[in-house]
């Protein structure tokens, strides 16, 4: 296939990118560089398998070769409001690339009679008064939140998604990610595990927004891809979770990075730092990824967090 992936710059697409790579089919990056950077997919500039087009998404994406798939991951993901990086601080950027650039790839995808999957999130269901969340529920946002410009931006963006299948029959996909992690995110861009490694390889205090009782479920990047490209190839069209069921307090998280680091500097409460409507409780129902897609996350967490901690260890000796 020929595969266009938008954020290809970003964590989770340059390892899409690869994996669709790996799996022989011909991918076409685009990224702006909001928050992700060339470095992430260096590596695979003179392949004859990937082209890279430097555009914002937001603006109408003019593309003439043959497309087969359209996978769009493009936007910000962070919620830190302390990181240039974070969506707080990139407000209308994220309203946009979930609104203005779901409508643009969806037509494309619809030129091209391609399949399309949308990188949705947990946090379509704000902070869950259901738990653990099933893709049945609705949600519980705050229209007008601290997070609303991520949080109606992917929702409206499936609303999106579900029109241009409706209506115009693009074959289309709904993966609502939960929290995953790995090698390739962005050392600034102040999520809690690229926060927490740095602060425990340079021996400090590990930075608890709130008590630490909040809690997520944490997925490995591989598996995580493994679960898109199942998606991808399949025929459902309503949303699937995908990430892990192994939850987790944020203490505890951070307790399992300082040991697995050696860090004997413990951790420092910061109840400032906490954005609004900070999601008390989260793990995904994965019956639908499970029994659609044959696919469960594998990989341990401190098999996981051992190997990202490795590559945040070699990105600060180079920083
Ligand atoms: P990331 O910031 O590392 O990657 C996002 C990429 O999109 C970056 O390279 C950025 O430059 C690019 N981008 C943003 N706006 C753009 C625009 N207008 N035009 C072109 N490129 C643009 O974040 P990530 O963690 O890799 O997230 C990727 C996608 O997955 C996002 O859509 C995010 O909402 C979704 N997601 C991620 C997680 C997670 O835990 N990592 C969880 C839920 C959903
Ligand atoms: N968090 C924290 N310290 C940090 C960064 C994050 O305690 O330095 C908390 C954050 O408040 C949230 C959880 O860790 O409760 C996960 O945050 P992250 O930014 O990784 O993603 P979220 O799940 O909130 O989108």
Known sequence: MHILVTGAAGFLGSHLCDRLIAEGHTVIGMDNFITGSPENIEHLSGNPRFNFIEHDVSNFISFHKKLDAVLHFASPASPNRNSPRGYPNLQIETLKAGSLGTINTLGLARLNQARYLFASTSEVYGDPLEHPQPESYWGHVDPV???????????????????????????????????????????????????????????????????????????????????????????????????????????????????????????????????????????????????????????????????????????????
């Open 145 to 319: 939140g601290e997070r609303s410009m991520y949080d109606e931006a992917k929702r409206f963006g499936e609303a999106a998604v579900m029109a241009y299948h409706r209506v115009h029959h693009v074959n289309t996909h709904i993966a609502r990610i939960f929290n995953t992690y790995g090698p390739r995110m962005s050392l600034d861009d102040g999520r809690a595990v690229p926060n927490f490694i740095q602060q425990a390889l340079r021996g400090e205090p590990l930075t608890i927004y709130g008590d630490g009782s909040q809690t997520r479920s944490f997925c490995y990047v591989d598996d995580l891809i493994e679960g898109i490209y199942r998606l991808l190839l399949s025929d459902e069209h309503l949303p699937v979770n995908i990430g892990s069921d192994t939850e987790t307090s944020i203490l505890e998280f951070a307790r399992t990075i300082n040991r697995l680091t050696e860090n004997e500097a413990g951790v420092i409460y910061q109840p400032e730092n906490v954005l609004g409507n900070d999601p008390r409780q989260r793990r995904p129902d994965l019956t639908r990824a499970r029994t659609l897609l044959g696919w469960e996350p594998k990989v341990d967490v401190e098999i996981g967090l051992r190997v990202t901690i490795e590559y945040f260890r070699q990105k600060m000796e180079l920083a």
